[in-house]
């Protein structure tokens, strides 16, 4: 178990262009969240899956993000037509959800995007 | 009015000051609560994590939750400058199955 996996680190971008983040969980867990970070704010919900299929989308999303969890592993986050305002720590987190309702999400360090 | 406020700082304190960290909260549904460590360029940590009501202690560490009240807090005895990180709180539902939401952070120098 060596944690959260999240590639690139960085991103440089230019305006128009699509770039995709891959997220490795922790193995053994069945929750891969989506946050989105800006300077002095806190992580803001984007999108969750448990195992392969996607429950919620913030209404944060637009259709230039996508994001998918093939086979319940590891995840992906296209942002297509990017935007100047999608700069940010692109932070995802995994956790293991059973019957109980308590559940502790790990993060990895981020992908820091940069649009210019 | 956001579902959780928290007051960004910065926060500077000397090293082995007690320091208070505090957040409010709007939905009076909440009954997870967490608190979250960030240093700078890096995700964030898991703390202290609470249920409902009542104190945690953790080494150094202490959490506090009032429901009466929607207000948390962090208490962080002897800080070290290590402890220089933001602070982040965070909240969920009963039922596990929605996002936890998140305060600003409450950025924190401890100096030595």
């Known amino acids: 178990d060596t944690g959260v996996s999240q590639n690139p680190r960085h991103k440089i971008t230019k305006r128009g262009q699509n770039v995709t983040f891959r997220c490795d969980p922790i193995?053994?867990?069945?929750?891969l969240y989506w946050y989105r970070q800006t300077l002095g704010q806190g992580p803001e919900f984007l999108t969750y899956f448990q195992n392969e299929a996607q429950l919620e989308k913030s209404r944060l999303l637009s259709d230039r993000f996508s994001a998918e969890r093939p086979k319940g592993s590891f995840s992906t986050l296209e942002i297509q037509r990017t935007e100047q305002g999608d700069s940010a720590m692109y932070l995802c987190?995994?956790?293991?959800?059973?019957?109980?309702?308590?559940?502790?999400?790990?993060f990895g360090s981020g992908t820091q995007l940069s649009v210019l | 009015q956001k579902e959780v406020e928290q007051d960004p700082g910065p926060l500077s304190v000397p090293e082995g000051a007690i320091v208070s960290l505090n957040c409010t909260y709007s939905n009076s549904a909440f009954q997870y609560f967490m608190w979250y460590r960030q240093y700078s360029r890096k995700g964030p940590e898991l703390l202290m994590y609470?249920?409902?009501?009542g104190n945690k202690e953790d080494g150094r560490f202490t959490a506090q939750v009032d429901k009466s009240s929607k207000y948390i807090s962090l208490f962080i005895r002897d800080s070290q400058p290590s402890d220089s990180a933001t602070y982040l709180c965070?909240?969920?539902?009963?039922?596990?199955?929605?996002?936890?939401?998140f305060g600003k952070g409450t950025r924190l120098s401890v100096i030595a």
């Open positions: 965070a909240m969920n539902l009963p039922s596990g199955n929605t996002p936890l939401v």
């Open positions: 987190a995994s956790s293991f959800k059973g019957n109980w309702a308590n559940e502790k999400l790990f």
């Open positions: 193995s053994e867990h069945n929750r």
């Open positions: 609470t249920y409902s009501s």
